[in-house]
T-cell receptor
Framework: GAVVSQHPSRVICKSGTSVKIECRSL??????MFWYRQFPKQSLMLMAT?????????EQGVEKDKFLINHASLTLSTLTVTSAHPEDSSFYIC??????????FGPGTRLTVT | AQSVAQPEDQVNVAEGNPLTVKCTYS??????LFWYVQYPNRGLQFLLK??????LVKGSYGFEAEFNKSQTSFHLKKPSALVSDSALYFC??????????????FGGGTRLMVKP
């Protein structure tokens, strides 16, 4: 089956620093990848849609200058949390679109900002 | 606009008993419907999907779901629950329309607790 990986699985960073999270589709090409954020005991909230070779589309309320998304190839999208603050601590999950109707999800990245 | 409702925050069931996790949806066109399961500190695992065809969909780990267009529901079921089924379950919908984009909308999630 289609596999999506994320790296790192956990990261702890200091307030004010930037953190990059990678999302890779391992055995298929994905023209579209999605980035979600999940707070404890809550549902997934879509942050942005990442299209290969073009700018990401951000959901309302998501700061594009704070959450930088790059989708440079058909198998890799990156999310960079810039100038991280403790309130950015969350579980970030990516997914990759396969065949236009099904998404495969990565295992998630736990970000803790101290 | 599309939306999903999971009316129960938590469902408790005894091991060996049947379980149902409810989901209703709203889309302007025809839906693609999905169920995912999430274990602590993990990403989402795909359970099953409805695209077209038979209303009863069978998925992983003995789960199944029935698409009911008139009631706009897609309830998740399992005939005999296991303690290991205890997890967080998400229902998701996507509009099949060409102009609808490929964005998934998730329900709020339902925590399933299966007690021995």
């Amino acid at each position: 089956g289609a596999v999506v990986s994320q790296h790192p699985s956990r990261v702890i960073c200091k307030s004010g620093t930037s953190v990059k999270i990678e999302c890779r589709s391992l055995d298929f090409q994905a023209t579209t990848m999605f980035w979600y954020r999940q707070f404890p005991k809550q549902s997934l909230m879509l942050m942005a849609t990442s299209n290969e070779g073009s700018k990401a589309t951000y959901e309302q309320g998501v700061e594009k200058d704070k959450f930088l998304i790059n989708h440079a190839s058909l198998t890799l999208s990156t999310l960079t949390v810039t100038s991280a603050h403790p309130e950015d601590s969350s579980f970030y999950i990516c997914s990759a679109d396969l065949a236009g109707y099904e998404q495969y999800f990565g295992p998630g990245t736990r970000l803790t900002v101290t | 606009a599309q939306s999903v409702a999971q009316p129960e925050d938590q469902v408790n069931v005894a091991e060996g008993n049947p379980l149902t996790v409810k989901c209703t949806y709203s889309v302007s066109g025809n839906p693609y419907l999905f169920w995912y399961v999430q274990y602590p500190n993990r990403g989402l695992q795909f359970l099953l999907k409805y695209i077209t065809g038979d209303n009863l969909v069978k998925g992983s780990y003995g789960f199944e779901a029935e698409f009911n267009k008139s009631q706009t529901s897609f309830h998740l079921k399992k005939p005999s629950a296991l303690v290991s089924d205890s997890a967080l379950y998400f229902c998701a919908v996507r509009d099949q329309g060409r102009n609808a984009g490929n964005m998934l909308t998730f329900g709020g999630g339902t925590r399933l607790m299966v007690k021995p």
